[in-house]
């Protein structure tokens, strides 16, 4: 494993807080994942034997949990909430508008590797539906013109992958 | 438990019946307990396991009596009688437990909507291959599913698609589409096991059992798995698709592969074993045994066997070998050989013939690491029954350099050997030139092939007999299959023998017989023992001094050495 | 309706005549209004903290018992009586838990609070950390919230700074500290249990219930407090004003204020705070979030997060409240409030109130709601694991163009099956949609099974693309 020093250092300080150091399963995943872009077999391992866990215990929560990842992304990971209220807004047609702008179907990586487009389900911003995230960053109101604009920025390079800068 | 030792009963109702059940048990016990062979239905509950309350079963109706909030004092109905406060929605009878006054009803239309509910649901995406799945005959889905399906299906969707037959450990194949997700494989590996390799992957109605990849389940008691799954996602590799259940005999049983005396259960048709299971006995096994110890069967048909009686070499009777091997063993300067693989009643036997014949007894010890389980570090199943019979005084040594000695310098001329190669325990092959040998074994070695008389005995499964454990637990087995060679028992022959030997006639004997001679003649047995009083739970011996004796067993599942020393010289009533 | 506390934040909203009660909420949209610790401190911020620890813990208990403040996560149980069953007496130490992983749909109004006045929650938390006399406090926050886990971090840090938390919190013997927990996108981590289980490094599985009561055996094995974050901030105002004042808002068993989130077919979706029973849907509807869509008629209402039960916009609803009342109601009569939403039927749960005007496709809808429930049922028991995925499945089929007449009763059969039978109340949350929705749009869902069997008789495609599915 080639975790950055500034994520160990994070694991290190963060595992002693918790009363059990199997409570840190959770955030263990989500920093290496921060760190490697996603969590392979050889990360579930890492991090089973950083918590004197067993590999399975980490892969029962990885896979039960839809924001960890076994796979990379594409550069944008675009994540649009179909659930109820973004749907009434029209959610499903601005994601319509995404697969046809990037050439992408949804729950899948373009060829490219440009976009991860998926659905996912209620971001708790439904007052501003439709809600879209690109990496980190949260976009709201997103009609399908929208929709439009920021396919084209990320064709160009010009919208943030919305992930913080180490 | 209360502090004198017995247990509290409480009165709860169930279906209308008051009956008494100690405090605290879960309604699945209690209606097991008192309900006449009436059972409620579960899947995931098993009783030597953390409660999961998964499968949502076992749903029974539960009340308690109303009391006033205010006063506390008891609402009454127009009769004078305790109003019962029942809970709207049912609630699972593994996680209910009794408290006094408790009612439950296992029959209301709420019970069995609940449960033909649940059947439903979990047929829905269950794959339609009773013909074809080994489970058939000892499955619960397809039992209850009997007794609670609607015997059509309202489901016309596509069903889940999981892996199949796939390999989990080197003894246990998976069939995901079968799993009911009852978790009882992945608490046992935890909890019991100490190998958590077992999990859940995915989430909601892909949630799927699995092994880590690259690791197995192959620990040493992988196979309880499958004794405990409840439909068939897991099954035997050895066993999968060799016979029908429903075709088997069962018979008790106790495992022969080290002094924890685990019992067991032996499958078998037409003098042919398929498999071993455990069978449950909360003193010395719970409900498992270990994976090595299911194999010992597969010894019965192996090419080693010893299959005839023989004299140098010739095809005798049973009786012309006794004869003999008596012959023998008059002539004095005799040692034996015993094993703590013989049975009680054996080891009576050799004890009678050592001491007619003035032998000198040797026994070997067989440890090795016990597992802290159900694999003790004394890997024989009787030596406590060759001390309580008295055939040895001590415990004994792992190698016989002594006997080699008394060969060598002539002090030992005749050598009864049992079940030991004893060239390979420190008696060099050439000094076996000099003695006579009478080798009684089940199975052929470097002694026997050079053995005068050869005796051969049956394996545990061939005959009936006793072993003491290492809690001095006095445990029976029963034959299960004849022997194809058309032996006899070996108590029958060393009776022939001792019969010779003191100057009597050889005659037929039973097992009853020989237990009223050990119960007379042996001090450390109650004079009140007899072979059919020996129940198939076992009876706890009293080990008197042998207690003190260093034996080599550590703590595992049920016994505990210090403790159970402290316990028997606790002075009674304390 | 006059401004009772000047404590409160009035807001005027455009039409004049309804007026939000902001308590919780107060500085929340102030121009200017940051969410740093100087900023919060410069509006009276932690002086509620610096009271509390000079109070015994079991009068604080008192006042929030008082207060009859009602959970504000979806279950709306007692908050004080909640804290009240906590078991003391087992020497083992205590948590609290702040649930913030607001997840159900249509509920935004714990990110509100979050990112914009999070020192609101801290010291709500603290305070009801000391309450309970809690050894470590959590927040478990939504993995989705990516900015408010940095803003909570950060304001755990300011506040650690200033001894608002940490050791000898304020000079007084009493240490607690803040570990913000994150969520992986999981629903199911909104129950308590489940929460409580993802907490400690496992799969999300809701724990039965006997045993594992939080108050007893909660994390870790060990008596724990659950709250959400709204409730939590409650706190802070009960010490504020005292627990027989904060009871003074709203009306008797709906005391407080309520941040109600509307979303769907309206103007002006939002979230607006208002006192318990002060609005009716109607006026939330037509006045405050500014009506329909032109020429838009509305059609249902989900009015407490997609689990409640639906109301449909020509029902009339009339029985009888708690306190004996007769009432006679329109949809837009309904007093938003915990009890007269109970009582007609469906619940205020957690604040979303989801509008659907004319346009709404039902079994549309419904297929959306089912969608959801089956992509987070956690699959542990059997009812909630194999039916919420089958009457996806069936709604799913449905909007394909292959609805059947008997689908309607089969969806309601197996609700059912799932309600009340299940380890945790997700098996209520996904029932309740179905249940409802057929009880009150079979019209349209037998239509639906009608008109696509005409097609399929003559071989043409599915009337239309689907819009919600």
């Given at each position: 494993m080639n975790l950055k020093p500034a994520t160990i250092e994070k694991i290190d300080k963060l595992v002693p807080r918790y009363p059990t150091m199997r409570s840190a399963a959770l955030p263990l995943c989500h920093l290496v994942q921060e760190d490697q872009g996603y969590l392979s077999n050889e990360a579930m391992e890492w991090i089973a034997e950083r918590l004197e866990l067993t590999p399975i215990n980490i892969k029962e929560i990885v896979t039960f949990y839809p924001m960890l990842r076994t796979e990379p992304t594409g550069k944008y990971h675009v994540r649009v909430c179909r659930t109820l209220p973004c749907a009434l807004a029209g959610a499903y047609q601005t994601c319509q508008r995404l697969e046809e702008e990037l050439n992408v179907k949804v729950g899948h990586t373009s060829e490219d590797g440009l976009v991860t487009l998926e659905y996912v389900e209620c971001h708790a911003d439904c007052g501003r539906a439709p809600v879209v995230m690109i990496g980190e960053e949260e976009y709201t109101d997103i009609d399908p013109d929208r929709a439009a604009e920021m396919a084209t920025k990320m064709k160009t390079g010009e919208l943030s992958d919305g992930l913080p800068t180490a | 438990m209360s502090e004198n030792g017995t247990m509290d009963l409480i009165t709860i109702n169930i279906d209308g019946s008051d009956v008494q059940v100690p405090k605290g048990i879960n309604v699945i016990e209690a209606v097991k307990m008192v309900g006449k062979g009436k059972e409620v239905p579960h899947y995931c509950y098993h009783p030597k396991l953390s409660i999961?309350?998964?499968?949502?079963?076992?749903l029974v109706e539960m009340g308690m009596p109303m009391r006033d909030r205010a006063t506390g004092e008891p609402i009454l109905d127009e009769n004078g009688v305790q109003k019962i406060g029942w809970i709207p929605k049912p609630t699972i009878g593994c996680a209910t437990n009794a408290s006094p006054g408790m009612h439950i009803k296992t029959k209301s239309s709420m019970v069995q909507e609940s449960r033909n509910g649940v059947t439903e649901f979990l047929l829905i995406n269950h794959p339609l291959d009773c013909p074809i799945c080994d489970q058939a005959g000892e499955c619960r889905l397809q039992e209850f599913s009997a007794e609670h399906g609607r015997g059509y299906s309202r489901f016309i969707e596509e069903k889940n698609v999981k892996p199949k037959r796939t390999r989990l450990g080197p003894r246990v194949t998976l069939d995901d589409e079968r799993c009911i997700l009852c978790s009882r494989c992945i608490r046992f590996s935890k909890e019991i096991a100490d190998d958590d390799v077992l999990g859940f992957v995915d989430r909601g109605t892909y949630s799927t059992l699995t092994c880590y990849p690259g690791k197995e389940l192959e620990n040493n008691y992988s196979l309880n798995t499958v004794d405990i799954c409840p439909v068939g996602a897991l099954t035997s590799t050895d066993f999968r698709f060799k016979m029908r259940v429903w075709f088997l005999k069962r018979t008790n049983s106790i495992c022969t592969e080290s002094s924890v005396g685990t019992n067991t259960e032996i499958w078998s048709r037409e003098g042919k074993i398929y498999r071993i299971t455990p069978r449950r006995n909360d003193a010395v096994n719970d409900t498992w045994m270990t994976d090595s110890g299911r194999a010992l069967y597969k010894a019965v048909e192996s090419e080693d066997r010893l299959t005839h009686y023989t004299v140098g070499g010739v095809y005798k009777s049973s009786d012309e070998v006794a004869r003999v091997a008596a012959e023998c063993l008059k002539a004095g300067d005799v040692a034996i050989v015993g094993s703590?693989?013989?049975?009680v009643e054996e080891q009576f036997y050799y004890k009678t013939i050592a001491e007619s014949s003035g032998a000198k007894v040797f026994l070997v010890s067989h440890c090795g690491e016990g597992d802290g389980l159900l694999q003790s570090e004394d890997r024989t199943p009787n030596l406590r029954g060759a001390l309580v019979t008295g055939l040895i005084d001590q415990l004994p040594e792992a190698e016989l350099s002594s006997l080699a000695r008394d060969i060598s310098s002539g002090a030992v001329k005749t050598i009864l050997v049992v079940n030991e190669d004893i060239t390979a325990l420190g008696?060099?092959?050439?000094?076996?030139?000099k003695v006579k040998l009478i080798y009684v074994g089940s199975h052929t070695n470097d002694t026997a092939k050079v053995a005068d008389v050869v005796i051969p005995s049956l394996m545990v499964f061939e005959k009936d007999g006793t072993f003491i454990n290492q809690s001095f637990r006095l445990q029976k087995f029963k034959m299960a299959i004849p022997s194809s060679s058309g032996l006899e028992p070996d108590y029958r022959v060393l009776d022939k023998i001792a019969a010779l030997l003191s100057g009597g006639k050889p005659s037929a004997t039973t097992l009853d017989y020989v237990w009223q001679r050990m119960a007379s003649e042996l001090d450390t047995l109650d004079s009140d023992l007899s072979w059919r009083g020996i129940t198939d739970e076992g009876i706890a011996l009293d080990p008197g001094a042998l207690v003190e004796l260093p034996f080599a067993e550590t703590k595992n599942l049920k016994y505990d050495p210090v403790a159970f020393r402290e316990a028997q010289l606790a002075p009674v009533g304390a | 309706m006059a401004c009772r506390l000047l404590n409160f934040q009035k807001k005027n909203l455009t039409t004049m005549t309804h007026e939000e009660t902001r308590l919780i909420m107060k500085y929340a949209d102030e121009p200017g209004y940051t969410n740093d610790i100087d900023c919060y401190i410069k509006h009276g911020g932690y002086e509620d903290l610096k009271k509390a620890v000079t109070m015994k813990p079991e009068d604080i208990c008192a006042e929030v018992m008082e207060s009859g403040v009602r959970g504000r996560g979806g279950a709306g149980f007692p908050a004080g009586m909640k804290w009240k069953f906590l078991d003391r007496k087992s020497g083992k130490p205590i948590y609290l838990v702040c649930?913030?992983?607001?997840?159900?749909?249509?509920?935004f109004k714990d990110r509100q609070i979050i990112h914009k006045d999070p020192h609101q929650l801290i010291e709500g938390m603290m305070i009801s950390a000391f309450a309970i006399q809690a050894k470590l406090a959590f927040i478990y926050i939504r993995g989705e919230f990516f900015q408010g886990y940095r803003i909570l971090e950060k304001a755990i840090e300011e506040a650690r700074e200033k001894n608002f938390l940490g050791d000898n919190i304020l000079g007084s013997d009493y240490s607690c500290d803040i570990i913000v927990h994150r969520g992986a996108g999981a629903y199911i981590c909104g129950e308590e249990t489940g929460l409580i289980e993802s907490l400690e490094g496992n799969r999300a599985n809701p724990r039965i219930k006997p045993p594992y009561f939080p108050a007893a055996l909660g994390l870790y094995q060990c008596p724990t407090i659950v709250n959400n974050v709204e409730t939590l901030c409650d706190v802070k105002h009960i010490v504020a004003m005292g627990g027989k004042e904060f009871a003074g808002i709203g009306t008797q068993g709906n005391t407080g204020t309520r941040t109600w989130c509307v979303s769907g077919h309206v103007m002006k979706p939002g979230y607006y705070e208002f006192a318990c029973s002060d609005i009716t849907l109607g006026e939330l509807i037509y006045d405050v979030c500014g009506g329909l869509k032109p020429g838009r008629k509305l059609k249902a209402v989900i009015p407490g997060g997609s689990s409640a039960k639906v109301l449909r916009a020509d029902e009339r609803f009339t029985g009888k409240l708690k306190d004996g009342t007769e009432f006679d109601w329109g949809i837009e009569d309904i007093p938003m409030d915990f009890d007269s939403l109970a009582a007609v039927g469906s619940m205020s749960g957690s604040g979303g109130v989801i509008i659907m005007d004319d346009s709404t496709d039902i079994v549309e809808a419904l297929a959306n709601i089912n969608y959801f429930y089956a992509h987070e049922s956690c699959g542990q028991c059997t009812p909630c694991r194999e039916g919420v995925p089958w009457m996806r499945k069936i709604t799913q089929r449905m909007v394909d163009g292959n609805a059947r007449e008997e689908d309607a009763q089969l969806l309601n059969d197996i609700a059912d099956q799932i309600a009340g039978r299940t380890i945790c109340a997700f098996g209520e949350a996904a029932a309740w949609p179905v249940q409802s929705f057929i009880a009150k749009f079979k019209d349209e869902f037998v239509e639906k099974a009608r008109d696509q069997a005409a097609r399929r008789k003559e071989g043409i495609e599915p009337a239309k693309e689907t819009t919600l599915i």
């Open positions: - | 999961a309350g998964n499968c949502r079963m076992c703590a693989h013989s049975s008696v060099a092959p050439e000094l076996l030139s | 649930n913030a992983d607001e997840s159900e749909p249509g509920t």
